[in-house]
């Protein structure tokens, strides 16, 4: 807004473009210097009309064949979707799938994944990555114009395009998705005509058809560029002055901003076409935007009508691809050298050569001119970290394939990343994320509709590429260039994984070499850069490998030569059969152990009976293959076990007794195979519950039963389920209750959140070195000493689950729980001796890891199994600064063992922008992801330090982080509590945390339900934490069909959110909370009593139970909302939760209550409290 | 009178160095090539922890030496380390056996870099002390 008026055009350029690279001589414009050749290229050669209309799909430029270049671009375009749409409700997926076809032909582009997966927001989202895209395109367009401005006619051409774009760059650094669409359609069409009049190509006019005015307008623009291409100087600076003026006119509004630039360029083009499209600018007329751009792209999109019949539907790709592999696999074995250590299987380090290889020299782009069009395919997306130099070229344009523009030197990127440094983004207009945000004067923060990942600020082509947020996130989507920027920001740096998330789309990729990079081992993925057609340059270390003769071949298309086609370079998120490289020892088959607590208070309890049906019914959907095995174990004071040789005629029970020196009665047929024993298992399970229901016994001997669990597994490894209920107190690992209930509610001190003793943890390493993990099922009533047992499941990798005060009568909420989470564990993925690594690139590396697992070194998870409902956090810090670098990327490889005893990697990949300013580091904020991380340092720190500690380092991150902005923000008023847009709600999920579970204090807290929170918090998705964090709640008694969305033919109501807070709630009401884990609905007294008998089945208030936890099915248009509603809630994540109705009287609303986090307790602050103290807290 | 606390000493800061490299290499050094060749982290930390306790005991005898040789300078130099000894032994995380260090959290960045900036601490103050001493044996050999 600031920039001084009557700059020259290249600087001038610069402050408005925070992607576009200034296009100075020196410093060549990088990332977007390849979609150049979009805009030449075709203009003599190609007769494929998407390179326009569709300036991001992948395959920008056509290869010589005409007709298999089209399939291959139609299918892979519909590969990506179908791999993208992924995310774990599958359910949208299958109504979103024809959508996206469609989308992809209105827009012709595959939308980015994560966006289509916002449902109805599909459209507005997917257009908005298109804007992206034409940014920085036009953005080339136009620096490439400036440096070889007078030389031929087809940069004149381009002129008046790039003038046409000067509305661009303050658009795109802005993220005003809707303003900056129609200056896409701007560009795209606009382009088309001119270079179809200039150079006449076939089939071009015909999409100019489709523009009637445009085309007549033709002829005057051409004149026009010419004069504006001999006068560059002086009209841009104009230019640049009367845009400025707008700018400093419109303060306020910023979709007035936008509209006037455009409106600016569109007077000096002085083009008809241009005008007109400034109409569109006014939000709300997408739709005719969109069907100007549909037009354009409609011959194309006749085309993509084949695509289904040569797609193979999306649960194909899989065995298609391994079939064609086999076919192709020629026989170069990769060249790992065999190794003795799981570490080496998955490779790591930087053996040789740490510091990256040089940039290959200059001649290297030289001499591989000549391929040029031969070797046309290298495409836009592997541009990234490179800056095409043949920007600055003033080699004939018509000519330029993509090629010239890769082999670029990587310092170019310094280059680049300068000139960025220049671009605060407070001198363009501040992006929405940047938005003060006054929190006091704000009553309103939550927004209506769930809050989504802030997407990367990258160009669309890598934006599409890069991983799906659900998998991989970070707490800053803008990466502070040094670790003093990070400081000043005060935000935490790191990663939040879900690294094995059950997917529905997941390219699996069979080749005898997995392509990895020779020096830091990272895989091959879609952030790489080809240098020639034989070499692709590291992303990570930037050394420069070659391309193996395999790669080559692309299987999905049967095309040789087009190594970036491939899918491993098409998806960040893939998964290699690993060959027997990546083998220590065959892979192992599935084995799973039961342990199971018999004592006195576990019978009583009644969960065996839970335990032993849900294990009968699933026992054919247990993953794994023929070698499966199982075993039983169970103990009170001594430890049975149980012969199930096929054979026996009825299983047998072995007790040992002595459990100070435990051993195994017999060295096999304790675990037997599933399939040859399964009468016998059957018969065991049936019998079980009964077996013990007279018992006495009311000690629990756990330790001799693990140390035996561990003997048996030890040879192979697998899975140890232990069930127990009660404090272990004979043998080793006894524990003594450790909690004094006069303490729970104490605000001083809160003790005992470690363990008691470390035989647990020394009992899991050991089962982490043996591939073991445990799971942990906690079912008791009474204190348990949680804190030392769950040790044994943190660092085998294992997974927790708790269920306080649990029986089977008593209690059907925890029981009808403990029957959903079964059917969920014992059908759920499993992956076997597995280690996780991950990577980043140099500069960039991991302080510390949150989660369940061992770390092995200083990059390396040890993870004994691997469940899909693990999530990991990983806290980051910068040790050099990243200046040579103008993008980063973090790659987790994770190498487990199929339930089916394959060897698999799964690979995902992250890139993100580097940017210099606070600026633009408060503008990528994630503010979830940064909760979550914080969540789990807390947990640290109140476990290493106390609790009352960890408090105050949450209450000082939103302090600080705040304070930090308001001083680097100097414009603000410093008296007031302002934050950016995209840390508004930083305080209210922070002030959320310390009313969690957790991290609570005042209000009374069992010490199991305390450290469970913690487990969990350690453990959890981040999309399931934030639910815990933070509950959403709904109103359901007034269910509309407004704003609803479809899913597999039904309507989904979609109400808006309401805050936590009592003031939302109204007697005459119903409401939803979903707590992750946990439905409750909560009933007024005075509730719609229609709404009572449609949706509840009862006639009144008064006649609804106490304890009712499932909707009935009635046919009635408000029940059928409700259930509708709901179930598509529990689609949307893996662990079914129970649903609990409260009426206002019952003695289950505090649970209900406690998570009103805005309201005040006797304890805790409200939020307006809360920011009150915030804000002393910053002034003092 | 000084002889025989020498020996000990040369003995101890080959220890001490001893003591050091493991650090050294697990962290400067490339970490993952060590931990290949180590086969494990576990096998390293334990085998490290023996050496904790040996160290401290050693350190302690000296302090009582010199206490018995009435050498007060040399002694008040000694308290502050020994009295950090026995705070850090007392603060260690739980575990069974004897030992310093949890394998499970050491290779937190944080935890790591103390260490190692202990043991380098350490290192210098062994070194210094060594000096110290040989300087205090030939005087004492010379004077007498």
């Known amino acids: 807004m600031s920039a001084p008026a009557g700059i020259p055009p290249r600087p001038a350029a610069a402050p408005g473009g925070a992607r576009a690279p200034a296009a100075r001589p020196r410093a060549p414009p990088c990332r977007n210097g390849p979609v150049q050749s979009q805009v030449h290229f075709p203009s003599g050669y190609s007769l494929n009309p998407e390179n326009y209309s569709a300036p991001s799909t992948h395959y920008p430029q056509v290869p010589h064949e005409a007709i298999p270049s089209q399939l291959d671009n139609q299918y892979i375009a519909d590969y990506h979707s179908a791999c993208y749409s992924v995310p774990a409700q599958s359910v949208m997926t299958h109504s979103i799938g024809p959508g996206m076809l469609n989308t992809q032909q ?45 030389s031929s006619s087809v940069a004149s051409q381009g002129f008046p395009l790039s003038s046409g774009h000067y509305a661009m760059p303050s658009v795109s650094s802005a993220v005003y998705p809707h303003l900056s669409y129609p200056a896409m359609s701007i560009g795209s069409p606009y382009r088309q005509v001119l270079t179809s009049q200039s150079l006449p190509a076939v089939g071009q006019f015909k999409e100019t058809n489709a523009f009637p005015g445009q085309s007549t307008i033709v002829p005057r623009t051409l004149q026009q560029q010419v004069t504006l291409g001999y006068n560059s100087t002086s009209w841009s600076t104009s230019d640049f002055q009367s845009a400025q003026e707008n700018l400093s006119r419109n303060h306020t509004g910023s979709v007035a901003k936008a509209s006037n630039q455009i409106n ?14 400034v109409q569109f600018t006014k939000p709300g007329v997408e739709t005719s935007v969109s069907s100007v751009v549909t037009s354009s792209v409609r011959t194309p999109a006749a085309d993509h009508l084949i695509e289904p019949a040569s797609v193979p539907s999306s649960t194909q790709p899989p065995e298609s691809l391994l079939q064609e592999a086999i076919d192709s696999s020629s026989t170069t074995s990769s060249a790992s050298p065999v190794t003795n250590n799981y570490d080496a299987l998955e490779g790591g380090g930087y053996p040789d050569s740490a510091t990256s290889s040089p940039a290959p020299p200059p001649q290297i782009s030289r001499n591989t001119k000549p391929f040029g069009y031969g070797y046309p395919t290298l495409q836009p997306g592997y541009q990234n970290a490179t800056l095409p130099t043949s920007a600055m070229q003033p080699s004939n344009p018509g000519h330029q394939s993509g090629f ?47 809050v989504l990942a802030p997407v990367p600020n990258l160009n669309s082509d890598l934006r599409k590429l890069n991983c799906n947020p659900d998998s991989f996130r970070c707490t800053l989507t803008n990466i502070p260039q040094t670790q003093a920027l990070l400081n000043k920001a005060k935000l935490p740096l790191g990663l939040l994984l879900h690294p094995f998330r059950d997917l529905t789309q997941l390219p699996v990729i069979t080749s005898s070499t997995i392509v990895r990079c020779r020096s830091c081992r990272t895989y091959i993925n879609p952030f790489v850069s080809f240098i020639d057609q034989r070499r692709w340059k590291c992303n990570l270390c930037y050394r420069v490998n070659d391309v193996p003769e395999e790669f080559m071949y692309n299987p999905l298309t049967r095309s040789y030569g087009e190594p970036h086609k491939r899918p491993e370079v098409q998806n960040s998120t893939v998964e290699f059969i690993a060959s027997s490289d990546y083998m220590l020892r065959p892979p192992q088959p599935a084995v799973y152990l039961f342990v199971l607590d018999v004592s006195h208070n576990a ?114 490894g697998g899975r140890i389920s232990v069930f127990q209920s009660q404090l272990p107190s004979l043998g080793a690992g006894l524990l003594h209750s450790r909690e004094d209930p006069n303490q729970r509610s104490s605000t001083k001190v809160v003790q005992h959140l470690g363990p008691a003793t470390d035989f647990y943890k020394k009992l899991a390493l050991d089962c982490s070195g043996q591939q073991t993990a445990v799971d942990l099922f906690l079912l008791s009533s009474q204190y348990s000493d949680l804190a030392s047992l769950a040790c044994m499941s943190k660092y085998s990798a294992g997974c927790i689950y708790y269920y306080p005060s649990f029986h089977h ?33 140099k500069g960039l590396s991991i302080h510390t890891f949150h989660g369940n697992f061992f770390v092995r070194s200083t990059d390396l998870l040890s993870l004994a199994n691997v469940n899909p409902d693990a999530g990991f956090a990983v806290q980051m810090s910068i040790e050099e600064s990243l200046t040579d670098t103008s993008l980063v990327c973090f790659q987790t490889a994770l190498l487990y063992t199929s339930s089916k005893g394959e060897r698999r990697i799964r690979v995902h990949t992250l890139c993100l922008p580097v940017v ?125 069909d407004e704003g609803a969305i479809h899913v597999n033919d039904r309507v989904v109501p979609q109400p808006p959110l309401q805050k936590l807070s009592a003031e939302k709630l109204t007697r005459e009401g119903a409401f939803l909370m979903d707590c992750g884990s946990i439905f409750y609905i909560w009933i007024g007294k005075n509730c719609d009593n229609s709404f009572i008998k449609d949706v509840l089945g009862y006639p009144n208030y008064a006649s609804v139970p106490q304890k009712l936890t499932q909707l009935p099915e009635l046919d009635t248009l ?15 994540r893996p662990l079914s939760p129970v649903l609990q109705v409260i009426k206002d009287e019952s003695p289950a609303k505090t649970d209900f209550f406690h998570h009103l986090i805005e309201d005040r307790t006797e304890a805790a602050f409200s939020y307006y409290e809360f920011l009150v103290h915030i804000q002393q807290q910053i002034c003092k | 009178v ?143």
């Open chain 1, 106 to 150: 209105l827009y012709g582009g595959a939308p980015h994944p994560v966006e289509s997966s916002g449902g109805l927001l599909q459209e507005a989202v997917s257009s908005a990555s298109h804007l992206h895209t034409s940014v920085p395109q036009s953005y080339s367009a136009m620096s490439s114009h400036y440096i070889s401005s007078t």
């Open chain 1, 404 to 450: 010239q523009q890769y082999p670029q030197q990587y310092p170019g990127v310094n280059q680049l990343s300068s000139s960025l440094g220049g671009l605060s983004l407070q001198h363009s207009q501040q992006p929405e994320s940047l938005r003060p945000v006054n929190l006091i004067q704000e009553r309103n923060i939550l927004p209506v509709s769930p």
């Open chain 1, 809 to 841: 009568s008593h209690n059907p909420t925890q029981a009808e729980k403990l029957q959903k989470d079964l059917k969920r564990y014992f059908t759920r993925k499993i992956g076997f001796e597995a280690v996780m690594r991950i990577r980043c690139t």
């Open chain 1, 916 to 1040: 210099t300013s606070l600026a633009d580091v408060y503008a990528g904020a994630d503010v979830q992801a940064a909760v979550c991380l914080l969540a789990n340092m807390a947990v640290d720190r109140s476990v290493s330090s106390s609790l009352s500690d960890a408090r105050d380092a949450l209450v000082n991150a939103v302090v600080d982080s705040l304070s930090a902005y308001i001083s680097s923000a100097s414009n603000l008023q410093q008296s007031t509590l302002i934050a950016p847009n995209s840390l508004k709600l930083f305080p209210l999920y922070v002030l959320a945390l310390l009313k969690q579970k957790a991290f609570r204090t005042g209000t009374s807290t069992r010490l199991d339900d305390r450290v469970y929170a913690m487990c969990q918090i350690k453990s959890q998705p981040l999309g399931h934490l934030m639910k815990m964090i933070h509950p959403n709640l709904y109103r359901i008694d007034r269910l509309t």
């Open chain 1, 264 to 277: 600016t360029v569109g007077i000096v083009d002085s083009s008809h076409p241009v005008n007109q499209n």
């Open chain 1, 603 to 716: 019978v009583e309890a009644g969960y065996l009976t839970i335990v032993c049906q849900s294990l009968l019914e699933n026992l054919d959907k247990l993953p794994g293959d023929s070698r499966t095995r199982i075993g039983f174990v169970t103990f009170d004071s001594t430890v049975q076990f149980y012969n199930l040789q096929e054979g026996l005629s009825q299983p047998q029970m072995l007790i040992v007794s002595d459990i100070d020196d435990i051993f195994l009665p017999t060295p096999d047929s304790l675990l037997v195979n599933l399939h040859e024993s399964k009468e016998l298992i059957k018969d065991l399970l049936n019998a079980l519950p009964n077996m013990f229901t007279n018992t006495r016994e009311t000690h629990s001997a756990l330790g001799p039963a693990l140390q035996a669990a561990f003997k048996l597994m030890s040879p192979t």
């Open chain 2, 2 to 144: 000084l002889i025989v606390p020498i020996l000990f000493i040369i003995a101890f800061d080959e220890l001490k160095t001893d003591y050091k490299n493991p650090i050294d290499q697990c962290n400067t050094l490339n970490p993952v090539s060590y931990m290949i060749k180590n086969s494990s982290l576990f096998t390293f930390i334990n085998n490290f922890c023996y050496l904790v306790l040996p160290e401290y005991l050693i350190h302690a005898f000296f302090c009582v030496m010199f206490l018995c040789a009435a050498e007060w300078l040399t002694l008040g130099l000694n308290m502050p380390l020994l009295a950090y000894h026995i705070w850090r032994y007392m603060s260690r995380p739980v575990m069974s056996g004897p030992g310093l260090y949890d394998p499970t959290t050491i290779m937190n960045a944080d935890i790591l870099a103390y260490c190692q900036k202990e043991g380098w601490c350490k290192l210098a103050f062994y070194l210094l002390s060594f000096f110290y001493y040989l300087y205090g044996m030939i005087y004492v050999l010379v004077s007498s």
């Open chain 1, 1118 to 1132: 408000s029940s059928e909302r409700a259930r509708s509603f709901i179930s598509w809630l529990r689609d949307s």
